[in-house]
């Protein structure tokens, strides 16, 4: 017998004996701990040895591990992952043994993990096929759903490692994003007004620029279609804060279309030229109304709500002041879109349906602002400002724009009086 398996049993059979003894001589009161107590000691170490066994069941090396932890692991994620053991004993669990390995599977460490195996429980368990229950521990579900989207997998290695069909992994791969696209978009929802005054502070503190509410950026992911195995670009266009935290996206458009176009086609656009959003009152600087605007590079086009850099500006003067305040608040949207093709199935062409590529950008980034949430950094690049600059979609961003010429002395106005508020970064 496998020694795991042998250490599971035993682990059952203590915590049988335990039971047996507490029915034959219950303690009262604080009588577990009194030495009064004869069954006392006996129980106490038994229970020391049953807790010992069902954590080695899954945390045990082939080579003896050190009482201090690993360089970098902290004794809370060693708690969580011996809890996360106990769970697993003897169910052929996929859950790996170290806090490192932990994190390359499921891109977050295992405090999260239980975190959302908690949050996600009543939602992932009622959901089985109809006559067809799957009976299926929720970490399992879980496991398998984070296992693809964060190492991009196929389903036949998914299917070897969580010893289950590969209708069932798909399944619960399925499941697992429609339940974070559905129950919990709200985390990746444009901010409220209330929630935008932080978000304003943060990039005025950085730069000096008031009244900025986002950085827009675009990029794209591709898919092997099923069917002929062509690879597609799906463009993906998000706003980002100064944290990298994502405050909208939207996904699925097509992504041989430049940047201007994918902006045009979003129910972003719409509804800031409709004024349902960014509609806070304007500020003054030097008699010019500024309006709530968001900042994007060369690829887009000059309105007032959107901010371009000058080109080529002159040198030591308010307008490059503005490009260097500019070009760091760029940053985090590159940080942002590096850390969600960290996940590996974002990170290099799926044989996939659109709508299931659309999905897993949506849970993807929907993880990715949880995990910000809980500080837990994972799966944020940890690329340095000038190595986030390139993106490989650029060759998207040239197309016809499509800015009305009547407006562009107004964002003009506007980006000149921002100029003098612009610090050198």
């Not at 004794?75 to 669990?93: C, M, N, P, Q, Y």
């Not at 009976?135 to 299917?159: C, F, H, K, M, Q």
């Not at 069932?168 to 339940?179: E, S, W």
């Not at 371009?308 to 940080?335: D, I, K």
Request: overall charge neutral.
């Amino acid at each position: 017998m496998d020694k795991r398996a042998l250490v599971a049993l035993l682990s059952s059979l203590i915590s049988e004996l335990l039971l047996l003894l507490f029915v034959i001589s219950p303690p009262s009161g604080d009588s577990f701990s009194s030495p009064s107590n004869s069954l006392s000691p006996l129980i106490t170490h038994l229970l020391s040895f049953s807790n010992t066994a069902a954590t080695l069941s899954l945390l045990s090396h082939k080579r003896k591990r050190s009482q201090s932890p690993e360089p970098g692991v902290t004794a809370d994620e060693i708690s969580h992952l011996t809890k996360l053991g106990r769970r697993f004993v003897g169910a052929h669990s996929a859950i790996p043994r170290n806090p490192d390995s932990f994190k390359l599977c499921f891109k977050m460490t295992a405090s999260t993990f239980e975190w959302l195996s908690a949050l996600l429980e009543p939602l992932l368990e009622c959901r089985d096929p109809v006559n067809s229950p799957l009976n299926l521990p929720v970490e399992t579900r879980l496991g398998i759903g984070l296992y693809r989207l964060a190492t991009g997998s196929d389903y036949s290695d998914i299917s070897q490692r969580f010893k289950v069909s590969e209708s069932v992994a798909k399944f619960c791969v399925k499941q697992f994003c429609r339940v974070l696209c559905t129950n919990f978009r709200f985390w990746v929802g444009f901010p409220t007004p209330n929630e935008l005054e932080p978000i304003t502070e943060s990039f005025e503190t950085l730069t000096g620029l008031p009244n900025c509410c986002g950085v827009i950026h675009c990029t794209r992911f591709n898919i092997l279609k099923p069917e002929s195995m062509e690879e597609v670009p799906l463009s993906a266009q998000i706003v980002v804060d100064t944290s990298s935290k994502i405050l909208s996206i939207v996904a699925g458009i097509n992504g041989k279309k430049g940047n201007q176009l994918v902006l045009k086609s979003s129910t972003l656009y719409q509804d800031i030229e409709s004024n349902n959003l960014l509609n806070s009152p304007p500020i003054d600087i030097n008699g010019v109304s500024i309006p709530q605007y968001l900042i994007g590079d060369k690829s887009y086009p000059f309105l007032p709500w959107l901010m371009v850099p000058f080109h080529q500006p002159v040198m030591n003067s308010y307008e490059e002041n503005f490009n260097s305040a500019h070009n760091v608040m760029l940053a985090s949207g590159f940080r942002t879109i590096d850390s969600l093709k960290k996940w590996g199935v974002l990170s290099k062409p799926i044989k996939e349906e659109i709508k299931t590529m659309v999905a897993y950008i949506g849970a993807c980034s929907i993880l990715h602002n949880a995990l910000l949430m809980r500080e837990d950094y994972s799966s944020l690049s940890g690329k340095s400002d000038e190595y986030l600059q390139y993106d490989d979609s650029s060759q998207y961003h040239g197309d016809v724009s499509f800015v009305d010429n009547s407006i562009d002395q107004k964002a003009f106005e506007i980006r000149s009086a921002l100029a003098t508020r612009a610090r050198r970064c």
